[in-house]
């Protein structure tokens, strides 16, 4: 069964270096997502991405936050200048159609120091 | 803005009784889409049952199945039979079904822990 993929699985970085997470979707869906959760508390939209452009963006995505396609099969979230609050599990979703459901990738774990 | 609330933070149940986690959501929308995802140690999001506001009767995958009450927006999961891999975090999630040709997003409730017990 086709399922989203990311990588690493765990990253730790410096606060106020850059990182990039990678999710390869599954492979006919259409509409990507990044979501995070700081650990003890909610899953949190950060964006939606679709026909190569964001659709939504919450709050917490600012200019700190890039998302990009380069490719056609990989979706990647870059933060620019981490901080220690970046620490968090980070998922990517995707779906195929507008009524379809959201799959959710194993996440990365994310630690800034 | 839609929010979802999940007022049970835990939950204790034996193997093989049924045990029931509330979600009551806000919206002022008609149509969407209700989802309980389950999030194990390893911090997975399975999805686990979706329902459709529009359709009335309650969605059921094997041991779970839900009770779904529109006017009243509550979302319950009731598990049948539990197992002990049953233990995990649940979240209850909801998403508008407005098909304005973008993505929708997910909006979540802070989740229920279910312990499974012998």
């Known amino acids: 069964e086709p399922e989203v993929t990311q990588t690493p699985s765990h990253q730790v970085t410096q606060m106020g270096q850059e990182v990039i997470l990678r999710c390869v979707p599954i492979?006919?869906?259409?509409?990507f997502y990044w979501y995070r959760q700081i650990l003890g508390q909610k899953v949190e939209f950060l964006v939606s991405?679709?026909?190569?452009?964001?659709?939504?963006k919450s709050e917490i995505f600012d200019d700190q936050f890039s998302v990009e396609r380069p490719d056609g099969s990989n979706f990647t979230l870059k933060i620019r200048s981490t901080k220690l609050e970046d620490s968090a599990m980070y998922f990517c979703?995707?779906?195929?159609?507008?009524?379809?459901?959201?799959?959710f990738g194993p996440g990365t774990r994310l630690t800034v120091l | 803005a839609q929010t979802v609330t999940q007022s049970q933070p835990e939950m204790s149940v034996q193997e093989a009784e049924t045990v029931t986690l509330s979600c009551t959501y806000d919206?002022?929308?008609?149509?969407?889409?209700l989802f309980w995802y389950k999030q194990p140690p390893s911090r997975q999001m399975i999805l686990v049952i979706r329902?459709?506001?529009?359709?009335?009767q309650n969605a059921t995958e094997n041991r779970f199945s839900v009770n779904f009450q529109k006017a009243a927006k509550s979302f319950s999961l009731k598990i049948s039979d539990s197992q002990l891999g049953d233990a995990a975090m649940y979240f209850c999630?909801?998403?508008?079904?407005?098909?304005?040709?973008?993505?929708?997003?997910?909006?979540f409730g802070t989740g229920t822990r279910l312990q499974v017990t012998l």
């Open positions: 979703a995707s779906r195929r159609g507008v009524t379809d459901t959201q799959y």
């Open positions: 492979s006919n869906h259409l509409y």
């Open positions: 991405f679709y026909n190569n452009e964001i659709s939504e």
């Open positions: 919206t002022s929308e008609s149509d969407y889409y």
């Open positions: 329902q459709e506001a529009y359709k009335q």
């Open positions: 999630a909801y998403r508008s079904r407005i098909n304005t040709g973008t993505a929708s997003k997910l909006t």
